[in-house]
């Protein structure tokens, strides 16, 4: 009998230490995995034959990854768009939008064999939006629509893949996002009505043929009957929407710092320069790319379009090399926001953050306009994340949306500052990051959850806060300076 006790506490503390063995490989492996200073491995690139048909879906993991990056139509889903209290009225939206998918911005191998049609020039949604957008085009009312970009084609190649140019299934994105959007601020919370007049809606665009294209292809599905009699396309002034505020020495000094920076990180792990080495061969006949998520980008090429990875003389690129790629540029997203980075998004941002601050300022004293649209670009939505402060690890995929939503508390009576019933909140491609923003201070509205999972905070932040942030004193503190050009000439 003693020697059964002894047994079964022998026996307990054996089964503790294997736990305890478990839980510490466990919390090894997480460690090594979100340390910042041990980004992902990348893995080296095998001989062997051309890729077989659907090695993607076959490496379910790694594919589901690169699919979130290819950011297809039917990923483009509402979340937490438009889910207030009925207290709270909407008053208005502003839509930054980036472009859908494109062709590489760099020739890479074998770029004629990749079809970038794909399986979205053939849909019925696609010949439907053909005929009509061709229909309409033929008519004065698009004349006066589309304005300085009247010699733009309306449509991207049906199959040909153009260095930088929209592909059928960049149109498709954006139909899709329309009728998400439209769903959400038109048919539930009743924004734009019926009879809605000119000033309601203001549209912007960045003067490249991918961003025409695709907004084109947005408020095709957002307005109602697709009336743009009352619309009309107006130029951006660069990626940054940057109005009277552009040109400015000190963000390119800071750009410069920033990008010696990321030169210090890659140099810091050679693992991926020597990856970015080795494929280059295969994927570029000529110059060299060194720089890894120029080589990511061009490998999406293949990735988002099905096509098969590039090989040469029996050597290929696989689906590990460019989830190496992608891992790194995650890893190097994750890093701490530094001053120059910080700094250079600052002045690229104050113009269109003042633009932004005064149709909002518009719609709470004359309820217009309703909807305001910037048809922009990856580096657009990532330099306004960076200056508002928001942790952003990825490079915002196609057909990226950050939507700014106006709200006006109609429980709280209005005093003599009305504007102190007014909040707004930023919504990213579907997830509430209010609360993420050091300047607001946000409250909690709702708690979302399906069934007993939180599925994240709706929050609010008073307009009040973005409009102090936007105080040259406070905005331009950093440079020791009180305006843009004080600041950009220090």
Same mark, same amino acid.
């Given at each position: 009998m003693r020697w059964q006790k002894k047994f079964?506490?022998?026996?307990?503390?054996?089964?503790?230490?294997?736990?305890?063995?478990?839980?510490?490989?466990?919390?090894? /492996?997480?460690?090594?995995?979100?340390?910042?200073?041990?980004? =992902?491995?990348?893995?080296?690139?095998?001989?062997?034959?051309a890729p077989p048909p659907g090695l993607l879906q076959q490496e379910?993991?790694?594919?589901?990854?690169? $699919?979130?990056?290819?950011?297809?139509p039917d990923r483009i889903q509402r979340n937490q768009e438009g889910v207030l209290p009925s207290q709270y009225q909407l008053s208005g939206v502003v839509i930054l939008l980036r472009h859908g998918d494109r062709g590489p911005l760099i020739h890479v191998r074998n770029l004629s064999n990749i079809n970038c049609g794909h399986h979205s020039y053939?849909? =019925?949604? /696609?010949?439907? /939006?053909?005929?009509?957008?061709?229909?309409?085009?033929?008519?004065?009312?698009?004349?006066?629509?589309?304005? =300085?970009?009247?010699?733009?084609?309306?449509?991207?190649?049906?199959?040909?893949?153009?260095?930088?140019?929209?592909?059928?299934?960049?149109?498709?994105?954006?139909?899709?996002?329309?009728?998400?959007? $439209?769903?959400?601020y038109l048919s539930e919370l009743n924004l734009l009505s019926n009879h809605w007049e000119e000033e309601d809606i203001l549209v912007y665009c960045t003067k490249?043929?991918?961003? +025409?294209?695709?907004?084109?292809?947005?408020? /095709?599905?957002?307005? =109602?009957?697709?009336?743009?009699?009352?619309?009309?396309?107006?130029?951006?002034?660069?990626?940054? +929407?940057c109005g009277e505020d552009c040109h400015c020495e000190q963000s390119d000094y800071f750009d410069q710092r920033y990008e010696q920076e990321r030169r210090d990180y890659r140099r810091s792990h050679p693992g991926i320069v020597d990856l970015v080495h080795r494929v280059n061969p295969l994927v570029r006949d000529g110059e060299e790319i060194s720089n890894p998520i120029t080589m990511r980008d061009?490998?999406?090429?293949?990735?988002?379009?099905?096509?098969?990875?590039?090989?040469?003389?029996?050597?290929c690129v696989k689906v590990e090399d460019v989830t190496g790629l992608v891992s790194y540029e995650e890893w190097e997203g994750r890093q701490k926001r530094t001053s120059s980075q910080r700094k250079a998004a600052k002045l690229k941002m104050y113009g269109l953050l003042k633009s932004i601050t005064g149709v909002v300022n518009s719609m709470m004293e004359d309820s217009h306009p309703r909807v305001v649209v910037y048809s922009g670009h990856d580096r657009t939505l990532k330099y306004l994340l960076d200056t508002l402060g928001i942790p952003n690890y990825q490079l915002p995929h196609y057909a990226s949306r950050l939507v700014l939503e106006l709200y006006q508390n109609t429980s709280t009576t209005p005093g003599p500052d009305y504007h102190a019933t007014y909040f707004f909140r930023m919504v990213y491609n579907g997830k509430d990051i209010t609360k993420f923003i050091p300047f607001c201070d946000s409250i909690t509205i709702r708690q979302l959850k399906s069934g007993s999972v939180k599925r994240g905070a709706i929050s609010l932040c008073s307009v009040s806060k973005l409009v102090n942030f936007l105080r040259p004193d406070v905005y331009f503190k950093e440079f020791n300076a009180a305006s843009f050009r004080d600041a950009c000439h220090k």
């Open positions: 079964k506490v022998l026996r307990c503390y054996i089964l503790i230490l294997g736990w305890l063995g478990i839980i510490l490989l466990f919390l090894s /492996y997480w460690r090594v995995e979100t340390d910042p200073s041990h980004p =992902p491995a990348p893995l080296k690139v095998s001989g062997g034959g379910k993991p790694r594919a589901k990854k690169l $699919r979130h990056l290819c950011n297809p053939g849909t =019925p949604t /696609y010949k439907k /939006y053909v005929g009509d957008i061709l229909n309409v085009s033929r008519t004065n009312t698009y004349v006066n629509f589309v304005g =300085p970009f009247v010699r733009f084609p309306l449509l991207p190649p049906p199959s040909h893949c153009g260095l930088g140019h929209l592909t059928p299934q960049g149109v498709l994105q954006h139909l899709q996002l329309g009728r998400v959007l $439209r769903q959400v490249f043929r991918r961003t +025409f294209q695709s907004v084109l292809a947005f408020l /095709y599905s957002f307005l =109602p009957d697709f009336n743009i009699s009352k619309v009309r396309l107006q130029e951006g002034k660069g990626i940054s +929407f061009a490998l999406l090429s293949y990735v988002c379009h099905g096509a098969s990875l590039p090989c040469v003389d029996g050597r």
